[in-house]
C-alpha cells in the first residue's frame, strides 16, 4: 500500500515536467512558440515573485490479489502558497503546502492530511509539519527539521530535496521547437486589470522520463519503496501520458501570470510482478504575482 501510494505524489511532481521531442509544427506555431519562450525567459529573470497553487490527483487502479482483484483510489489536493526569491545559485523559497488524501480500498477507506511548511536557503531545505491527522501526526517530527541533514530520519520528509523543490518552483519548462507537438493561441483574457494573451500547449511526453528532473524526482522517491525500480515506473506513467498546459502572458509585462496543466494517465504498470492497470487525471493551476516585490527568505529555526 505504502509503494501505491507514492503514484499520487508522482503524479503532482510529474506536472510540473515538461517533455521534449523533435516535432514538425507549422510557421504560425513556430511564432507562437517563440512569443511564449521570450515571456518564458522573462519570468525566470525575475528577482522574485509569489505562486499560488492549487493541484489535483484523481487516481484509479486494479490491484490483483491472488484469483480477484480489488479497485484502489487515491484522491489528492494541495493547496498553497510560496514566496520565490532567485538567488545566485538557484531559488530561495518560503510557503506552505495543506495537502489532503483521500483513499479507498475494498470497500474502506481512509482519509489523511497535514499542512506542509518549506523554506529553502542557500540550498538548504526546512520542513515542519502542523495539523496532520491522528496517522501522519504519530511520524511528524516537532518544530522544522533540517531535511538535508536529518530528512531520511522522517518518513514525511522523505520524497523531499532542495533540487526537487527548487526546479519546481523555478518553473523549469523548456519552450522550443523540439519541445511542443502544437501549440494555439486563444481568445485573449485579463487578469488583475491586465490583458493576456493565452495560448494552449501540448507536450511530448517521449522524452519525459530521460529528463534530468526526471533523474532528481526518481532519486527522491527512490528510498520511499526499496525493491521499485523507480526509474522504471516513471517511464511507464510517461509512456501512457499526455501533458498539456495552458498560459497567460501578461500584454504589458510580458510575464507568466497563470499556469495550467493537465496531465492524463492510461497505462498499465508493473511492479514486482504485478500487473497494475491504471487511471489517471492531474490537474494544477498555480498564478503568479508580486513580481520583484522586496521579500527576504531567513532560515528558521530548528526544533522552533
Known sequence: MKKLALLGLLSILLMAVAGVSAQGLSAGELEAVADVATAFEAFTSLDSYVATIEQTVDQTMEIAMGQTSQSMSNLVEQTGEMKVVRTETGYNIEGSIVQNINSGMAGAGQELGMTLGLIIVDDVLYARVDDASPMLATMAPEGWVNVNEDGAQYPLFATLSPETLSQLYGLVYPMDEVSVVSITKLDADEIDG???????????????????????????????????????????????????????????????????????????????????????????????????????????????
Open 194 to 304: 491586465q490583458a493576456m494573451r493565452v495560448f494552449t500547449i501540448e507536450y511530448s511526453t517521449e522524452a519525459l522520463a530521460d529528463s534530468a528532473i526526471m533523474s532528481t524526482i526518481a532519486s527522491s522517491l527512490a528510498s520511499t519503496a526499496p525493491g521499485v525500480d523507480i526509474e522504471e515506473m516513471v517511464a511507464q506513467i510517461v509512456a501512457g501520458s499526455t501533458l498539456n498546459i495552458q498560459v497567460w502572458l501578461g500584454e504589458d509585462d510580458g510575464l507568466l501570470h497563470r499556469l495550467q496543466t493537465e496531465m492524463v494517465t492510461e497505462t498499465e504498470l508493473s511492479i514486482q510482478g504485478m500487473s497494475i492497470p491504471m487511471n489517471q487525471i492531474s490537474t494544477g493551476v498555480i498564478n503568479f504575482s508580486g513580481f520583484n516585490e522586496p521579500l527576504e527568505i531567513v532560515a528558521p529555526e530548528v526544533g522552533a
